[in-house]
């Protein structure tokens, strides 16, 4: 079974500044996928940015951007020029490339983003 | 597009009652899911359907029924609802190739509480 793992359960950030999430997953699979949601107080969750394994490149989204390290099972995403908007619970997801029929969410970081 | 509509927003049940959450989604989409998301564990997936007739268990079934009669509908149902279900719920969905076609499209969610 995979696993997802978020060792930082609240943070917190100045406006404008940078802030980088933890994300560590277990698999044996070679091909996959992983996702980064982010849930605002209005509870919809929406997709920030996600990599596909087979990718070396790390992905970018505007401000957001991952550090995809394959070997150590580690996706973490940085926020750049962090803005109030961005206050907002973050969840790390895993998909499996082949024969995946189920996404593993971790327990989630509640990012605030301070004026 | 309307993507994918969750009904009711919010429901207060007595224990023992039943109810269906309503999950509906017009983007052609064969696959969907329901999760639930409980404070310091993440989404855990209750039920999924890789296409119409085709059900099966996710991470935590029991107390829940679902069915698949067309691609469009996912209903969630709780036979007779207990405490430990009060959660907010979320139905989620996404194409299917050969394997799934990512991200996962959400609803925005349904707060149940059981008393």
């Known amino acids: 079974a995979q696993t997802v793992t978020q060792s930082q359960p609240e943070m917190s950030v100045q406006e404008a500044e940078t802030v980088t999430l933890s994300c560590t997953y277990d698999t044996s699979e070679n091909n996959y996928y992983l996702f980064w949601y982010k849930q605002p107080p209005s509870r919809q969750m929406i997709l920030v940015i996600r990599q596909e394994a087979y990718k070396q490149q790390n992905a970018t989204e505007n401000r957001f951007s991952v550090n995809f390290q394959k070997a150590a099972k580690s996706f973490s995403l940085k926020i750049s020029d962090s803005q109030l908007g961005d206050t907002a619970m973050y969840f790390c997801a895993f998909m499996k490339h082949e024969g995946g029929n189920q996404f593993y969410f971790g327990t989630g970081t509640s990012l605030t983003v301070i004026p | 597009n309307a993507g994918v509509t969750q009904t009711p927003k919010f429901q207060v049940l007595k224990t023992g009652q039943s109810m269906t959450l309503q999950c509906a989604q017009d983007m052609n989409h064969e696959y969907m899911s329901w999760y639930r998301q409980d404070p310091g564990m993440g989404l855990r997936l209750i039920h999924y359907?890789?296409?119409?007739?085709?059900?099966d268990q996710g991470e935590v079934p029991n107390g829940y029924n679902v069915s698949r009669s067309t691609t469009e509908d996912f209903p969630l149902r709780l036979l007779s609802a207990a405490p430990s279900q009060t959660s907010v719920y979320f139905c989620?969905?996404?194409?299917?190739?050969?394997?799934?076609?990512?991200?996962?499209?959400f609803g925005n969610g349904t707060r149940l509480t059981v008393t």
């Open positions: 359907s890789v296409g119409a007739g085709i059900t």
């Open positions: 989620a969905s996404t194409q299917m190739g050969r394997v799934l076609l990512a991200p996962l499209h």
